[in-house]
């Protein structure tokens, strides 16, 4: 690699943030919220696809799931308000390393950004869970770069507009769990588009959608950044 990498887009949920599975959770306050019977073929299509579609924008996620608006957002409300309280009761934490990794990737002189597929209120309060708040200068949600979550590059893009950290988009690094955060970080140009092994997707997942490179964890990162830097 002969990139220097001046901004680190980062994934929250499997990426560096461990969440226990708490999205399946909150699926199931939204299901039931809407009449889906639990152990019912409806209930198991619908969070097969929830599962399929992890790092995808959640409302886009319902949207898909019950078609009309009205119920898709009384789905996401009450989608945020389960997961919401499911951090509130101390469910999450940080992927081992996290924190360490993004304050190694501050220090090399890179600006991290924090991204998620989750709506504002329940990004801000996973951030308050694990004392994240000041961690980074930006954090967005699909809301902040115009309603569009992943797989679309927009979150990408407004992190690159907003922080002006670098001259042109492949100086950006996108890192994730998921097929959705690499198909961001490629049609978003990023210079180095890594998967992570500690959230939802395999390998060859990451590999099919794009990933150059494939990490055990976050915690590898700086360190792969500093070899580009080297390149």
Same mark, same amino acid.
């Given at each position: 690699?002969?990139?220097?990498?001046?901004?680190?887009?980062?994934?929250? #949920?499997?990426?560096?943030?461990? +969440? /226990? *599975? %708490? !999205?399946?959770?909150?699926f199931a306050a939204a299901a039931a919220e809407l009449g889906v019977e639990p152990g019912s073929e409806d209930h198991a299509e619908k969070l097969a696809y929830v599962r399929a579609t992890m790092g995808e924008s959640?409302?886009?996620?319902?949207?898909?799931?019950?078609?009309?608006e009205g119920l898709a957002q009384r789905a996401n409300s009450a989608f945020e308000k #389960?997961?919401?309280?499911?951090? +509130? /009761? *101390? %469910? !999450?934490s940080e992927v081992p390393g996290a924190r360490a990794a993004i304050e190694e990737l501050l220090a090399d002189g890179r600006t991290v950004v924090l991204t998620t597929g989750f709506a504002r209120v329940t990004q801000d309060a996973i951030l308050d869970a694990l004392g994240w708040r000041d961690l980074v200068p930006l954090t967005l949600c699909p809301a902040d770069a115009g309603g569009r979550g992943r797989p679309y590059p927009d979150m990408v893009?407004?992190?690159?507009?907003?922080?002006?950290?670098?001259?042109?988009?492949?100086?950006?690094?996108?890192?994730g769990d998921t097929s959705y955060d690499m198909l961001s970080g490629v049609r978003a140009g990023a210079g180095v588009v890594a998967g992570v092994l500690t959230g939802a997707h395999d390998g060859e997942a990451l590999r099919t959608a794009g990933a150059t490179h494939v990490l055990d964890s976050v915690t590898a990162?700086?360190?792969?950044?500093?070899?580009?830097?080297?390149?």
């Open positions: 690699m002969d990139t220097d990498i001046r901004l680190v887009v980062l994934d929250m #949920a499997g990426t560096t943030v461990a +969440d /226990g *599975g %708490l !999205v399946e959770r909150a959640k409302i886009s996620v319902f949207r898909h799931l019950f078609g009309e #389960a997961y919401g309280q499911l951090v +509130d /009761g *101390g %469910l !999450v893009l407004a992190a690159f507009l907003r922080t002006a950290a670098a001259d042109g988009v492949q100086r950006i690094a996108v890192a990162l700086p360190a792969l950044l500093r070899g580009a830097d080297q390149a």
